[in-house]
């Protein structure tokens, strides 16, 4: 039957796996309800339903996984119990992190707290020793004095350690030292260095990554040796067995169970992949992602073809400074619950109601109402035709919850769940301001790309009231994050900083920094498998002013020829200019970080295209059905995504259903269906 990619991204209510016969490009697709308590078991049944139709399990040559184990036990707390061992004398710097807190509202909450440390300081031990800032030893690692700082932890029930000195990046020795100690009196615990880890400057930051990535590695660690033995047993024995990472590319399940820190934007990124594809098949080179799922909405931003990415982010305010896509990530899922406050005011979200109980039409004892309910009862969902009739929702169920909350506020339950869908949609729109509009960039030279079980729901009316140049909504959006998984590449990101004036440094010795993250680049590559022609090496600089805070990351070429410094400190202003608006072209500027990615090149998937076969619009109607928009209450017709032939076109106010995923096409906007069977929405009123 050919041989097979088997991609899975574990979400909160659902698990979406896409299939690819690598012989016929065929795609197929299934959702499978998410067993939070063990997502391997979601993952084995996901597998099973490709086994069940004849393929042996010799045929899957290829498997990715988008994870959310390692996220979910960060925003949880559920970490294991972590130790940290600092420079002596610099205990304090976990617990003073960045001094002020964060930008945005929380400015002005006086009830503001910064999350709970998750090491507390009855864990932290201080190490004598001491680096100095051009990276001279100034006070050698007393061994005998760390072993007895060791002592009062092993009654602890320490499982893993956070090593952060000073200045390590430049000097690791003492790091690695201490490592060897820890595993010597502290058997069976996990060492993360942070000279391994993230070896870079800005002492909290490092810290901080280092921290996170202990506290998650003995999980991770675990979850993915019990998934590797869950294939096995089911006969999946293929080398090429990966794990997305927040970067946007994948890694292998061993180097991800020593970094699990990179795994923390790992299903989300996914989605950012096949929509980069995206951007060629549509020739829409700036989107914007609408990734709305059963408990969150991810959005991102896609300029020029190319997503925005960071070298340092938060997650749930916790700092981790490691290369990741910039997503924006809100508490609005279908799963989100609406509720009366002790005021008598409407709140929707952040709670919600999970894969259990779900929302209330799942029947599965809810009883709070849901986006996905409001949907429903607004007639956005059928009862009968969800996940492709595998699974019937309850309506009735659905406007009892709405009747919940519409009841005390003395409402229509339709008004009132017109109102919850409305605020969660404006919720929705801060998060796409806050990576655009926020940011210099015009929305209206933007296309929402929505995908997730949800995204393509909200979608319509979203662009339009953002003033967006339109939607897309790709053939299989229910599960667009597993298919971008198909599509990626393994990436491994390497830094090493240095600091230097441009004007004292020639193009040689900027091309000798880079030469032994390139070797280290390329033997973890061909030891993953990847031959020569395989492997594309990527570097960067980040630069800045001098006396500047913060960097800008500058693309570099292979190689620097003469005057290629000039050319990059010219590139660097103009970065500048259009970054921040101005520029100081008279001013030093500094290089900070040496920046390497090592990426090998996974034999790509052809996705179809198609040709039109001749089926009027009018054969897709599958049903029609009452609808509410604005107060009015519609009949208006129900398409069958399969049966929409390319090239047709219609005009909402509409509904397409799918396996998948269920659009809404709102009054006064067009559909028109591309080659590659994209639904392209544009803007009229809503």
Sequence with gaps: MGQYRVTVDTGGTFSDFVYVNEDTDEVTIAKIPSTPDDPSRAILAGVQVLLDKGVRPSDITYFCHGTTVGTNALLEGKGVRTALLVTKGFRGIYEVQEQSRPHGPVIFDIMYDRPTLLVPASLTAEVPERVSFKGEVLEALDEAALREALQPLKNRE????????LFSFLHPQHEQRVGEIVAEELPGAGVSLSSEIVPQIREYYRLSTTVINAYLQPILEHYIANLEKRLSQAGVETKQKYIMQSNGGMSTFAATAKKAVATVLSGPAGGITASVQACRTTG?????TFDMGGTSCDVALIKDGEPSVS???????????LP???INTVSAGGGTLARVDRFGTLEVGPESAGAVPGPACYGRGGTQPTITDCNLALGYLGEDNFLGGKMRLDKQAAMRAVESVAKPLDMDPLDAADGIVRIINVKMQEAVKAISTMRGHDLRDFMLLAFGGAGP????????????AGVIVPLFPGVYSAM???MSDVKHDYVRSRLSNLARIDEATIDAQFADLVENARAELKTEGFGEASIEIERALDMRYAGQGYEITMPLPASLGEGALAQLRAA?????????????????????SYRLRGVGRVSPVKLPSFEPTGLKVEDAIRERRAMRFDGATLECPVYQREKLDVGVTFEGPAVVDQLDCTTVVFPGQTVRVDSHKNMIITMGGV
Excluded: W, Y
């Design 311 to 321: 070298h340092r982010g938060k997650i749930d305010g916790r700092d981790i400074a």
């Design 572 to 592: 660097f202003d103009e970065a500048h200019r259009q970054m921040f608006g101005h520029t100081a072209p008279n001013e030093p500027v500094e290089i900070v």
């Design 284 to 288: 829409s080179e700036n989107l914007i």
């Design 158 to 165: 320490i499982k893993s350690v956070a090593v952060c000195l």
């Design 484 to 486: 971008g998984l198909v």
């Design 324 to 326: 990741m896509i910039d």
């Design 457 to 468: 729901l909200h979608a319509g009316r979203i662009a339009a009231e953002l003033g967006m």
